[in-house]
């Protein structure tokens, strides 16, 4: 199984106004993974596709979300 590590989130903002938050996480190798990869998924579970600096792609909803700041990583 893989382990993650979050590494930022963003808070970001989709052209209907909704407010999301996306994490960026590094899956760590292991038998299955070759090397380190980053993955990024939403606060609330769904799969999210960077597309480029400042946008994110929601995918399972298809919606394209622009980033407004990276937020800190509390301890």
Known sequence: MSQYHETRRF???SDAGNACVVIEQIRIADEAVAGPR???MTVDG???NRL???HFLILMKGEI????RALRKKH
């Open 11 to 13: 808070k970001c903002t």
């Open 38 to 40: 980053t993955d990024y």
């Open 46 to 48: 769904e799969v999210a």
């Open 52 to 54: 480029d600096k400042k």
């Open 65 to 68: 979300v622009k980033i407004q």
